[in-house]
């Protein structure tokens, strides 16, 4: 659990920094207007497809693994650009199954800082965070700031993308991972 929430930290911290240093003078309260500006405005679209929520086996009883719905049905759409660093904004909306098989949405503000490989630079690798809300049923649907660490693996126009919820024993401790095409 120490190396779960290390982990998350450290991709915090390198995402937040490369926000800082995005920022320059302008500081980062104007910087982060005027990104979510810019991407509400951007021309490309996306698509999301969630794929998986999978359970962190060494932090639940098996029971209440085999009892959880690890398959999300569901979809999302957003608008989302990359800035001239290559590094990706997305504003989303997504809505899927929950653990429990109830309706869950989520929206929010996306980053990824990216490196690029390959000759053509068709392939990304990204990390970064997204800033959302959700609201689910056993919180009888009142909104809850949900942020969170992105990780990508892209390629052109497809990639696909991780969070990991944290949590306590039992609770949290979910990779959920989606699909994104981007037109």
């Known amino acids: 659990m120490k190396f779960i929430i290390s982990i998350t930290a450290v ?16 500081g980062w309260w104007e910087t982060i207007k005027s990104n979510v500006k810019e991407t509400w405005n951007s021309p490309t679209r996306d698509l999301y497809l969630p ?3 999978w359970h962190n086996r060494a932090m639940y009883d098996k029971e209440k693994t085999d009892s959880y719905n690890e398959r999300p049905w569901g979809i999302g759409y957003g608008v ?5 660093d290559g590094n990706w904004h997305s504003i989303y909306a997504m809505e899927f199954q929950d653990s429990h098989n109830e309706f869950q949405p989520i929206v929010g503000y996306g980053y990824l800082k990216n490196w690029y490989f390959g000759a053509s630079n068709d392939w990304r690798f990204g990390l970064g965070f997204t800033a959302s809300i959700t609201a689910r ?3 009888c649907y009142i909104p809850l700031p949900l942020p969170l660490p992105l990780l990508s693996v892209e390629y052109k126009n ?4 991780n969070t990991y919820i944290p949590g306590t024993y039992n609770n ?7 699909a994104r095409w981007q037109f």
């Open 11 to 26: 991709l915090f911290a390198l995402s937040f920094n490369a926000v800082a240093e995005e920022s320059g003078n302008e």
């Open 51 to 53: 794929l998986n929520t």
């Open 80 to 84: 989302s650009r990359f800035d001239s």
């Open 137 to 139: 049923h056993d919180y």
């Open 158 to 161: 497809f990639a696909i993308q």
């Open 172 to 178: 949290g401790n979910v990779l959920f991972t989606w």
